[in-house]
């Protein structure tokens, strides 16, 4: 599967922004799908997963109540719409997926995907 992000851009703190995953190949709806997050001089880390259905979503304690993952099986697509963004979300976002878990698991480390977009940039001015 090929992965495009996009809907990044620079918003002042306290705005939102949604970014969007577009997959192309295999068939989506097989993919575990996620976002993560790498500041510069930082580790990339684990932002929200979602289950292949989309029944069961996670996300790290840092976004929890601001960010929201969600995903349409039918355009091959996952969102990451987020609000109330902080100077601290500022990072270079990436979607990742893949396909090798049971239905409503959710992956929630790097090494658990195998496929990675190329990252789309936030940017949170205070």
């Known amino acids: 599967v090929q992965l495009q992000a996009s809907g990044g851009g620079l918003v002042q703190a306290g705005g939102s922004l949604r970014l969007s995953c577009a997959a192309s190949?295999?068939?989506?709806?097989?993919?575990?799908m996620g976002w993560f997050r790498q500041a510069p001089g930082k580790e990339r880390e684990f932002v929200a997963g979602i289950s292949r259905s989309g029944g069961s979503t996670y996300y790290a304690d840092s976004v929890k109540g601001r960010f929201t993952i969600s995903r349409d099986n039918a355009k091959s697509t996952v969102y990451l719409q987020m609000n109330s963004l902080k100077p601290e979300d500022t990072a270079v976002y990436y979607c990742?997926?893949?396909?090798?878990?049971?239905?409503?698991?959710?992956?929630?480390?790097?090494?658990?995907?195998?496929?990675w977009g190329q990252g789309t940039q936030v940017t949170v001015s205070s």
């Open positions: 190949g295999r068939t989506f709806s097989r993919y575990v």
């Open positions: 990742a997926g893949d396909y090798r878990y049971s239905d409503e698991y959710v992956a929630r480390v790097t090494r658990e995907y195998e496929y």
